[in-house]
Each structure stands twice: as C-alpha cells, then as structure tokens.
C-alpha cells in the first residue's frame, strides 16, 4: 500500500507542475476576454491579434536575437573552459571552475541588479548588447555542464591518435575532436538559445528601451484585455521550448550512442 | 669490437631520466633497440615502461638524456613528425568515422591520390584479416577487430617503429592468445621494429626478440627471453618472471671459474661463474632454481644427484602437478612441477618423495 500511496503523490506532483501550463492554450482558443470558466467558445482571434501587433514582433526580434548571440557566445565560452577543465590540470583549477558555475545557483536578481549597478558605473547605455552579456554569464555555466561531459565521455587517447599520425593540434581538434563533441555543442546551443529566450529578470532590469519578449508580455498584463492574446502567445513558446529541448536531448543521445557509450544523464 | 652481423640499432637510449615534479620516473635508461626487432618492455604498473614508450613516440619530453630515433635527435621533434606510430591501450579508434577512413587517416597530408589511397587502405586491412570490412562503421566493431583497425591505421604509414602501449590487456584469454601469435606473424611479414609495453610476463616471453625488465624507472634486465627465464639477473627478475624457487645457501670457495656452494636440504654443488649474476663472494647467499628444474624421482628411477624430502602440499592442474616438497634439513618447503602422463603417479600429502637435481639450472644470488 505504501507503494499505491507514493504512486498518487507523483500524479498529483505532476498535475500540480503541468496543469497551469495546460491552462495557456486552454484560454488561447476561448472566445472571451476574460480568463475563466465556463469557456465561451472556439476562436483563433487571439493568435490572429498577435500577427498584428508590430510592437510584439518587435520584441520577438529582439529575443531572437539576443537568444541566438547568446547561445553561440555562452557555447564558445564554455567549449573552451570545459576542455580545460576535463583535459588540462592547472594551479586554481577548482575555485576556478567554481566560480565560473556559481551564476547556476546565484538568485537572478542578485545578478541582474550588480549587472545593472556596473553597466551605469561604467556608463554603458543599456541595449540589447547589455542583456546578452547578462544571458552569457548564466548561460556558461549550462554550456559547461553539457560540454564537461562530452568532453569526459571522449576518450584521450583519441586526441594523441591523431596527432601520432601526422596531424598538428589545430587539425586534431577540427578532425576529431570537434566531430566528436558537436552533439554537445549542439545541445548547449539548443540549451542556452531556451534559457535567453525565456529569461525575464535580467532582460528586465537591463533592457533599455527595447524590451525582448518577456519584458513585452509583463507589460502587456497591465491590460486585462489583451491577456488572452498573451495566452496564445505563451502557448506558441510552450510548444517551441518543448520543440527545442527534445532536439537537443536527440543530438545527446546520438552523440553518445555514436561514441558507443552508456547513458549517464542528462537534463530529459 | 663491434659485432657486424648483428642488425644496426634503430633507437638509441642514451640515460633517458622523466621527473613528474619531485616523482623521478624514468631513472637514467640506457638502451638499444635494434632494427626489426620485437622488443618488450616488461614491468609491474608503474614502473615506467609506459612512460618510456610515450617518451619515445614524443608525447612526453624527457627531463634528460637523449632519445635516437635512427640515429637522429628527437628533441624538439613533435610526435605528429616522428617516424613512429602508435597502438593505444584503448586503440583510440575515431568513432566517428568508418573503418577504411580510421585506416586512411594518416595518409591524409600524403598528398597521393584517391585511387591509390583507397588500395593502400585495402592492403592495409587485408594484412590484419579485415578485408572488406573498410565501409563498416567503427563503433560497431567487436575489441578484436578494433585493435586489427588500430593496426592497420600505424602501419599503413610504414612507421620506422610501431609502439604498441598493452595492445592486448583489454582483450579475453582466448583472443589474446590469438593476437599474440598474429603480432608476431605480423612483425615477421613487416618487418618493422615493434616495441611492446607489457606487465604479462608470458605474453613478453612468448613474443619477443628481446626484453627490458623494468622496476622503479630503471631497466634491471635486457635480455632474450631464454636468457631472461634461464638467468635472471636479480632475484627481483627471477621473482617476476615465472616462478622461482629460493633457497638459502653457502658460498664456500671461488676457485678456477667456480663457485662452490653449500646449499642445505640438496647439498654441495659447484656453480660455473656464468651461473652468478652478482658477486660469489664467501658467505651467506641464496640460490634461485625453478620448479620444472627439480624432479620428483618415482619407484625405480635414479639420477646423479638425490634430496629426500617429504610433500607438504599437492596442485593438480590436469596436465601440471605441482608439489610443495620439503627437503629434509632445508628450512622451507620447494615448489616442484611434474608433467602428468600415463602410468606416473600423483603422490599424495605427507609422502615422501626423492627429487632429483641439476647444479647448471641454479643461479646465484649474492
């Protein structure tokens, strides 16, 4: 019985996790303004209201934008530090590499807030470079942890092959190791370009006057009436987040399956 | 004098010395390597033999000494411009990549054409028993067929040398013992130096032309493998190759090129000094002498030399029986192995039993 009983728990974890969620598009296909039951009717009308709002497409650009700057700085950064961290052992290694993690367990507005004191200190004017510099910072860490264990599940020795027949390190790295980290390198893209994309503390409080996404749909809640159209726009990033995190999972996954190694983790 | 049938030395080890910081790893080697040989490096973990082979192939610099490689310097010299190539512990084969391309790889900077790369490639593979297998994909080949790949893809390059770092450790029993003949096979047909890094004993006797028993960074031994298991230099060599009986003994004279010792539980015997890797000096020494070099005298059987002795344990082995005997006056027990055949007996615990003994298969340790 004890067992029937942790079963229920785990239902009703999960209800309580997903059932806000399931709620979006619930209430993005309602033909009412106002967000509750009994739902009036099927209507596309709000997802057409988002096509007409240039402000939104805006926004949408300007997260699209920093998301991807983001996902390829944050991925280049940790590239490096990981093949560090797993290949070279240096004075410092470990206060080194802590540090470079600690955005992973710092509250965000603790970051967003320094961030913001020293951009004005240095008299920086805020823009969309500044937010991607916020995104960065707590990307790496994400892009390490992907890339430690592409990096650790790639046997040395591989490296040492390539150079023994003839190839300098410049060309081992783009003949061997690169191929064989990509699958990583792929999924932090796909990981980093989800967590800017979605981020709303930083951007907040670091963008100027051109707001991503998020910062868009905050102010949007100000008015009642537009909450449906925010409903089917948080249905659309719901399905993208879902679309990305799978692909990126897939590329883990057939990483490891191509260097024939077991599976030991990962974020799905 | 030099000897000028004897084939020239393809590396050269001049007091090669490695310090990982404080930890001295490699402790002044002195060596050569003679061309087209199978040497071994031989030695527990740790040792340094693989320290030594991964000095030699340039992926560890030395802190002194100089390494020759045909008698030229390879200070300086990167391991990607050596004119050796390697067989990983792990064979290091590209997952990533087919099986003719892990072969091809090296032959990409020889700026040949894709039809004669492409036979180069088939050759290679139908030396090592893997013809047709080059479009196969590499992570679903089996530990035999990947270290075949690993071969093929060193010696495609006609390396002066082929290092090979525990090519078999990884392998079962039975693949292993097949390799081991197939390497061989395999450096006859090349031609090539091969030098092995081994800490089994058996395989380093079964395969190689010479071998350099390694302890603590420093070579204790280079010898045939007769040599070796005959007269081991030491009895730190004697314990690690095979196994080795000890026995406490007497140095009584050194006259007229022999050594007379006393050696309780066998008695006197006179040891050529040939027999005596270190000095014979008058006193307290130790006598090495391998099971098979004793034998267990049954009904009717006689020999020059006779030690009774009474059997304290018995290990059937099927084809080996081997007794732990007790020389009567001697203060351990000996180790003697018998082959079993038809009509000789197995003796039993508390029998006693007459061995038989030969003065030529001792060796002296002073």
Known sequence: MKGRGLHVYAVLYLVFLYAPIILLPVFAFNDGTIIAFPLQGFTFDWFRALATTPALHEATLNSLFIAVTTAVLATCLGLFAARAATRYSFPGKAPIVGFIMLPLVLPEIIVAISLLVIMLQLGLSLSLWTIIAGHTLICVPFSIAILQGSFANMDRSLEEAAVDLGETPLSTFRLVTLPLVMPGIIASLLICFTISLDEFIIAFFLSGNEPTLPVYLWGQLRFPARLPVIMALGTILVLLSVVLLITAEFFRRRGLRRAGLPDSGGFL | MKDMTSPPAIITLEDVH?????????????????????????????????????????????????????????????????????????????????????????????????????????????????????????????????????????????????????????????????????????????????????????????????????????????????????????????????????????????????????????????????????????????????PESLTVLFDGQGAERVAPGTVEEVTYYGDMTYYDIRLDGAPNAVSVSMRNMPGRPVLERGHTANLAWDARAMVLFG
Do not use: W
């Open chain 2, 18 to 290: 490695k310090y990982y910081g404080d930890y001295h790893a490699l402790r002044g080697i002195t060596a050569e390597i003679k061309q087209g040989e199978f040497f071994s490096l031989l030695g527990p973990s740790g040792c340094g033999k693989t320290t030594l082979l991964r000095a030699i192939a340039g992926f560890e610099d030395i802190s002194g000494g100089r390494i020759l490689l045909d008698g030229t310097d390879m200070e300086g010299v990167g391991a990607n411009r050596r004119p050796t190539n390697m067989v990983f512990q792990s064979y290091a084969i590209f997952p990533h990549l087919s099986v003719g391309e892990n072969v091809g790889f090296g032959l990409r900077k020889a700026g040949m054409g894709k039809a004669e790369k492409t036979r180069l490639v088939g050759e290679a593979l139908e030396m090592v028993g893997l013809g047709g297998y080059g479009a196969r994909a590499a992570h679903a080949l089996s530990g035999g067929q990947r270290q075949r790949v690993a071969l093929a893809r060193a010696l495609i390059l006609k390396p002066k040398v082929l290092l090979l770092d525990e090519p078999l450790s990884a392998l079962d029993k039975k693949m292993r013992e097949q390799m081991q003949s197939e390497l061989r096979r395999l450096q006859r047909q090349v031609g090539i130096t091969f030098i092995l890094v081994t800490h089994d004993q058996e395989e380093a006797l079964i395969m190689s032309d010479r071998i350099a028993v390694m302890f603590e960074g420093e070579i204790a031994q280079l010898a045939p493998p007769q040599d070796l298991y005959r007269r081991p230099a030491s009895k730190r060599v004697g314990q690690f190759i095979g196994m080795m009986n000890f026995l406490p003994a007497t140095v009584l004279s050194e006259a007229g090129g022999e050594v007379q010792v006393e050696v309780p539980g066998l008695g006197r015997a006179g040891l050529a000094r040939a027999q005596c890797p270190g000095p014979a000096a008058p006193g307290a020494a130790e006598i090495g002498l391998r």
